[in-house]
């Protein structure tokens, strides 16, 4: 069964006073059966010669209830307006799961119905059930003020609360405030109302909260294991502590962002042109992160605890143009720009330094100064040459100095000057997740009964996986498209040279092949349609026929050389014809 449901009340008590109740559910309840008999296919496969039966019933409950009050101060001086709102919002999620299975069923015509009917072998009766609740609540106040909407004023304060914190830390406050002014309202701008349509300066302080971690994340719980141990001849069941590796913390709380923005909306030459700018500065301290637990915490390194990391800010730009470029009875041309740069990087860390959160160092270690998601590991320098070769052999691939580089080698940046290429001192920050800027450039041509509509899109400074770190050099020299080491004929390529046998981590420094800058200009989509005259329509009864063709992804232009055979967003070329009828 699954069932939506929903309910509200709208009171108006008093002129001005408005109070809505709405509770919202959604129910599910499902009961699976299933038998595979031990001459059925999947049994023979899996070899087992013996029947299965299994049934499992699941629930899951959401619950919400959304309470606003809203007055509209009446009796106030022309052209000021004041609003108070208050609201709370409760939320409940319950799953609960039930499954048993019995092998060896001594009737097959009992099928799932009677799971105790098996041959009372060891293990054959399987049992297991899970309960997960989490709750939410959060109340608020918030008061708007406008007179003639040329100043603007909303403050608000938000209390939240989640079930999923550390207790004692569940509750946590937020404020925030906005602040408008409609300059071209002013006396003073009378003067420019011939071109100046809209004018409005903004500043907004705000602070957010997450608290974004699974239900029971602070909380250690313990698993049964399927053996036992053996304490002389008394025997005792083994527990392992943490549900699926989560160790318990006791401590973490809310998440924390704190926001300034300010900006202006600007509309100009009778709304032909539309400008939207924001600049913005978040700190956000309390960072919630899964991090791995070291060796010496037991469970060879496997335990990860939900902790407040650090803090991070970004600052950046977002501009928004719109605009109606040309305007006449047979042809409209409108474009939108719009252009985000932010900068991100960590400026607090739990213990003051570079943390690996994750068992890759190369893409789970937090580094002061840098993006979350950076790339930590080698700097690649190229291919090792056989013109190199002397310089080359001055470098090791061994702390003793008995292995020397030789051409066709990985050549990578010895960051301490050793001359020996080392896994822990000789990495370092190469790049992040994150673009530096993003734009994108939509345009819409309308010529009589045709269109036709460009977007290009860019987005620059940001690294990712690279497509050589599926090289294998084990191939002898079978065919490769790839731009691999070749003594004499190809001494620049961009990968080391191919030996049978030799898989690409036998290499020392290729770590510094699996991640590359992947900024890219795309032009992503061109569509063009043509809508047929409505006097050929009339005779069929059609209100509306278009027809038109569509091709994503038709061309790109990338930095790296290295993913100049790779679509940088992973995506395929497409061309697409249609025909829309209205009738």
Same mark, same amino acid.
Not at 24 to 50: C, E, K, R
Not at 265 to 282: C, E, S
Not at 369 to 383: A, D, E, N
């Given at each position: 069964?699954? !069932? ?29 059966? &299933? ?7 999947? @049994? ?8 299965? $039966? ?13 309470? !606003? ?14 609003? /108070? ?14 499954? $048993? ?14 799971? $105790? ?65 409609? =300059?071209?309202?002013?006396?003073? =701008? ?15 302080? +705000? !602070? ?53 923005? /300010? +900006? ?8 032909? /042109?539309?400008?939207? %700018? ?52 047979? %042809? ?34 937090? =580094? ?40 066709? &080698? ?41 269109? /036709? ?32 080491? @070749? ?20 290499? @020392? ?39 038109? $063709? ?34």
């Amino acid at each position: 069964t699954n !069932v939506v449901a929903n309910g509200y009340l709208d009171i108006h008590p008093i002129d001005g006073l408005n109070f809505r109740t709405q509770v919202n559910a959604h129910l599910v309840n499902t009961s699976v059966g &299933d038998y595979a008999d031990a001459n059925s296919a999947s @049994v023979i496969d899996a070899g087992t010669q013996q029947s299965t $039966a299994s049934m499992t019933k699941a629930s899951s409950t959401y619950v919400e209830w959304n309470n !606003v009050l809203t007055y509209q101060f009446k009796m106030l001086p022309e052209d000021h307006h004041l609003s /108070l709102t208050l609201l709370t919002t409760w939320n409940k999620r319950i799953s609960d799961n039930l499954s $048993a299975t019995s092998i060896n069923q001594t009737l097959a015509s009992n099928l799932w119905w009677n799971l $105790a009917s098996n041959d009372g072998g060891d293990g054959h009766s399987i049992h297991s059930s899970a309960y997960e609740q989490q709750q939410n609540f959060s109340y608020a106040g918030r008061i708007s003020y406008d007179w003639k909407s040329r100043y603007l004023l909303t403050a608000s304060l938000r209390r939240d609360g989640a079930s999923v914190l550390a207790e004692g830390h569940k509750w946590d406050t937020f404020p925030s405030a906005a602040l408008a002014w409609r =300059m071209s309202d002013e006396p003073f =701008m009378k003067s420019a109302k011939s071109w100046l349509d809209d004018l409005k300066l903004r500043a907004t302080y +705000g !602070v957010t909260g997450n608290s974004g971690i699974p239900v029971y994340g602070t909380e250690s719980g313990v698993t049964f294991a399927n053996w036992s141990f053996g304490f002389q001849d008394t025997a005792a069941n083994r527990y392992i502590l943490g549900k699926n590796n989560l160790i318990g913390n006791k401590d973490t709380k809310w998440e924390k962002s704190k926001t300034i923005d /300010l +900006g202006f909306d600007l509309v100009l030459f009778n709304n032909r /042109l539309n400008i939207t %700018f924001d600049y913005y500065n978040t700190k956000t301290t309390d960072l919630i992160l899964l991090r791995t637990l070291p060796t010496t915490a037991g469970n060879d390194g496997n335990f990860a605890t939900y902790t407040n990391i650090g803090s991070t800010r970004n600052r950046g730009v977002e501009l928004t143009i719109n605009s109606r470029n040309i305007v006449s009875k047979d %042809f409209q041309w409108n474009s939108t720009l719009t252009f985000s740069a932010n900068s991100e990087k960590i400026i607090d860390l739990v213990d003051g330094t570079d943390i690996q959160i994750g068992t890759n160092k190369e893409t789970s270690t937090l =580094m002061l100064g840098r993006p979350i998601k950076s790339y930590k590991t080698f700097t690649y320098l190229g291919i090792w040459s056989t013109a190199e070769a002397a310089e080359a052999a001055t470098y090791f691939k061994d702390a003793e100095k008995t292995q020397p580089f030789k051409p066709g &080698d990985v050549k990578v940046a010895d960051l301490d000057g050793d001359n020996v290429i080392d896994q822990n001192k000789d990495i370092d920050y190469i790049g992040s997740q994150s673009p530096k800027w993003f734009a994108g450039f939509n345009n819409d041509f309308r010529y009589k009964n045709w269109d /036709l509509n460009i977007y290009i899109y860019a987005r620059w400074g940001h690294w990712g996986e690279s497509p050589l770190a599926n090289f294998d050099p084990s191939n002898g020299g079978k065919y490769t498209n790839m731009d691999y080491w @070749v003594e004499g004929s190809n001494e620049g390529a961009s990968l080391p040279g191919l030996m049978r046998n030799r898989k690409l981590f036998d290499y @020392v420094g290729y770590q510094s092949l699996g991640y590359c800058e992947q900024s890219f200009i795309k032009l992503k989509r061109i569509a063009l349609g043509y809508t047929l005259p409505k006097n050929l329509l009339k005779t069929l009864t059609l209100q509306k026929v278009r027809v038109y $063709a569509t091709v994503n992804n038709p061309l790109y232009i990338v930095k790296e050389d290295w993913m100049k055979h790779w679509d940088p967003e992973g995506q395929q070329r497409s061309v697409t014809v249609g025909l829309n009828v209205i009738f």
